[in-house]
């Protein structure tokens, strides 16, 4: 079976995020030998479906008032969208998101984030994924677009294993109590990321991944 991986967006979002982020996550399929297993597609006709699961964020926002207006820029909840295309890959297993979002995204124990691969276990045994990426529009956390590239590829390479235990060597990975596992290797991107300036400064760098990150994801690309 191929795995369909949809990138889709917010309404509003500048395309030029949405047509970068197809071709990173397109440029790391590739890279690592997974394009018999995964097939990338733009999904602008998804439209309603995406407008209706961010919605659901909003409304999940609005009612903390604080938070969804917060300083003159809103904030969404990342929860409810998350349930939202997870629910969908649930019942379409064959389809997972990564959905570009224009405004900047919180979830309950995060008080804001700019990208987040979430996996979870369907009732019915199956493993879902799903990613989301914040553009942070008209907010502090607005990115540009070597830093969103950069966090894209971060998530990129929790969804494709690079930091799973079970691709790695002992002591290569650190497990964080609220961030999970991440590379240890000086300079990887995938190293935790504490800060927004923290990000920036990293990809503008050019951070990518190490070479244990990759071997890691091929491995993974070819289980
Ligand atoms: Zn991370
Ligand atoms: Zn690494």
Redesign the pocket.
Known sequence: MIQKIGVIAQEGTNPAFVEGAYLVVDNLIRSCGGENKYQVFQAPNATPFVSRIVRDGINGAILDKNRYNKEGYIQVNAEPIMDGLLNYSAAYPDTEFVLVMRDSIYAQNLNYFLGVNHKAMSRTGLLLSTTIISTGKNSPFELDGITFQSVLM?ELG?RFGATDQQNRKPGELYNYPK?GT?CTTPGCIMN?MNSLDEGRVAAHRRATYCPGCLRAMKKEFSR
Do not use: G, S
């Open positions: 971060h929790h961030m991440h935790v």
